[in-house]
């Protein structure tokens, strides 16, 4: 019996993951393939992404093999070129940094992590508070968490470091070093991801009213494109949290803070969350799980603020900062919950444009 349920086991996959005549966008004749044994259209993510390559890339898929989507292969080795303005930027205008850097948990320099957004939201009073924060990926488009996402939400800040000064300026032996003034563009549309269970799902889009120009204190950071991102778990490996410490209900410190989280399996971040709500939650391969460390966890960054990868000089968010336990933040064994930004790539691919 458990030979003849390997033998049927063996066969599915072997018409999973078969080749299958189709055609493509263009009307080529192609093959239904997975991605990932697709090298035309895989160099597609490695390039910039316009509206136009977004729309063949959608039309393009054709099924699902196992983690990876099935796509309809050229059987030439041409793609038509990305025609449109760009909506994402490349890999050599993203996530780009001047000099390597050390994140130790504390105060970043005046222009790291040049994507970091504050998301601005205006009270019945009248007086304005920064409650999130996000990242730009984009001259026109903001990632965050859904959770951030709200009626009051008014504007985006970027260009940010100390928020109580601006123009920024830090004193150096030979003379003050100071940034350009902080950049506010009003949000013209929110973009909720789909799925609207609470946990789930937490990551949305911001569309600014304009494009911002790109500088040394404003810039995007890359997103995690490559097929192999998807079985990506970064489990053991220690990613970057920084921004301003705002959460929904406080904003802790002025300057833009950093540290390293250890990335840890699922079940360690269940187990403490469990202990704190009192509820059966289980997490999903959407999600990632880091932190933990006695004094260390996301309370440095924002809600809604990037979990950073470091890769060959580029930063990439591979998540967002989600949810934790109860209680205070930075306690040993309490990860907190992030959302894994490949798991959603393709749902922001199809939501922005020009």
């Not at 009270?123 to 903001?142: E, Q």
């Not at 360690?268 to 006695?294: P, S, V």
């Not at 930063?315 to 309490?334: L, T």
Request: glycine fraction near 10%; include cysteine.
């Amino acid at each position: 019996m458990f030979t003849n349920r390997a033998l049927i086991l063996s066969l599915i996959i072997q018409i999973i993951a078969a080749e299958t005549p189709c055609e493509t966008p263009n009307g080529q004749e192609g093959n239904c393939i997975p991605i990932n044994q697709c090298p035309s259209i895989f160099a597609l993510f490695q390039s910039s992404i316009s509206s136009t390559t977004a729309t063949y890339l959608r039309q393009s898929q054709c099924g699902t093999a196992g983690v990876y989507p099935k796509v309809c292969c050229p059987l030439g080795s041409s793609l038509p070129p990305p025609k449109n303005e760009t909506v994402l930027p490349g890999k050599t205008d993203c996530g780009l940094v001047t000099e390597p850097k050390i994140i130790g948990g504390n105060k970043t320099d005046i222009d790291e992590f040049p994507w970091l957004a504050l998301l601005e939201y205006k009270l019945k009073s009248g007086r304005t508070v920064f409650k999130c924060g996000g990242a730009l990926i984009s001259k026109r488009y903001i990632l965050t968490a859904r959770h951030c996402l709200r009626k009051n939400l008014i504007s985006v800040r970027l260009g940010e470091w100390n928020t109580t000064s601006n123009p920024d300026c830090i004193i150096h032996k030979f003379g003050p070093d100071c940034a350009p003034p902080v950049i506010d563009v009003p949000v013209e549309e929110q973009i909720p991801y789909e799925d609207k269970t609470s946990a789930q799902g937490d990551i949305g889009l911001l569309r600014l009213s304009r494009e911002v120009e790109y500088t040394g204190f404003v810039s995007p950071i890359c997103l995690p494109t490559a097929p192999e991102d998807l079985t990506q778990t970064y489990v053991g490996k220690k990613l970057a949290v920084a921004g301003w410490g705002a959460t929904e209900n406080a904003t802790s410190s002025p300057i833009k803070l950093k540290v390293l989280v250890p990335v840890r399996p699922l079940p360690l971040c269940e187990m403490g969350l469990r202990e704190t709500f009192q509820a059966d939650i289980n997490l999903h391969d959407g999600q990632l799980c880091a932190g933990g460390e006695e004094g260390k966890d996301s309370c440095f960054g924002d809600s809604g603020g990037p979990l950073m990868y470091n890769q060959r000089r580029e930063w990439y968010a591979v998540g967002i900062v989600s949810f934790g336990p109860k209680g205070d933040c930075g306690q040993a064994n309490r990860p907190g919950v992030y959302v894994k930004v490949a798991k959603y790539v393709r749902w922001i691919i199809s939501n922005v444009k020009p």
